[in-house]
């Protein structure tokens, strides 16, 4: 079942107002995307033979934040005392394959997208790009969408990243 044009429009144009406001250190601001109920996590992904799985380990996670976790993770992120993060990265988070289904909740719709991430650290020569697929949960509360869950599902088994205080 599919949802209707303007759902799907609204719910395109949160994802890409999110990205936005990641990409410009807005995260004060992206925090009021979230519900209360937020769950928010980044598994550790392994590479396996097809016939084990996706290889997404269920226990590990290199992300597990509820709605104080993650306060706590941006008012570090925006401090005077995040030195891994000063100056600031210069990054982009592009957002493809936006696919919206509904839910058995009239006022919650399941999306799955893509996101190619691109982040530019200090002066260096070369990007850092991560993939990923993101499942999400987002919820109708007040007359606007609101993120109350997702699940970030690295396409890396090993990060090359010299830190990950960057929200995905």
């Known amino acids: 079942m599919d949802v209707d044009d303007r759902t799907y429009r609204e719910v395109t144009e949160f994802l890409y107002r999110e990205?936005?406001?990641?990409?410009?250190?807005?995260?004060?601001e992206w925090m009021n995307l979230l519900t209360e109920d937020i769950r928010y996590k980044i598994p550790v992904r392994i590479s396996k033979e097809k016939v084990s799985g996706p290889g997404i380990l269920e226990d590990s996670f290199y992300i597990d934040d509820d709605r104080r976790a993650l306060d706590i993770?941006?008012?570090?992120?925006?401090?005077?005392?995040?030195?891994?993060?000063?100056?600031?990265?210069?990054?982009?988070?592009?957002?493809?394959?936006?696919?919206?289904?509904?839910?058995?909740?009239?006022?919650?719709?399941?999306?799955?997208?893509?996101?190619?991430?691109?982040?530019?650290?200090?002066?260096?020569?070369?990007?850092?790009?991560?993939?990923?697929?993101?499942?999400?949960?987002?919820?109708?509360?007040?007359?606007?969408?609101?993120?109350?869950?997702?699940?970030?599902?690295l396409d890396h088994s090993v990060l090359m990243s010299e830190n990950i205080t960057i929200l995905y």
């Open 19 to 28: 990205a936005e406001l990641l990409d410009q250190g807005r995260a004060s």
């Open 73 to 153: 993770r941006v008012r570090k992120l925006l401090s005077e005392y995040s030195w891994s993060e000063d100056p600031p990265s210069r990054a982009k988070h592009l957002v493809t394959n936006i696919l919206i289904e509904p839910t058995k909740k009239s006022n919650e719709v399941k999306v799955r997208s893509y996101v190619l991430f691109v982040r530019y650290r200090l002066d260096k020569l070369y990007s850092e790009q991560l993939s990923y697929a993101r499942n999400d949960v987002l919820r109708r509360a007040d007359g606007s969408w609101k993120l109350a869950d997702r699940l970030v599902l």
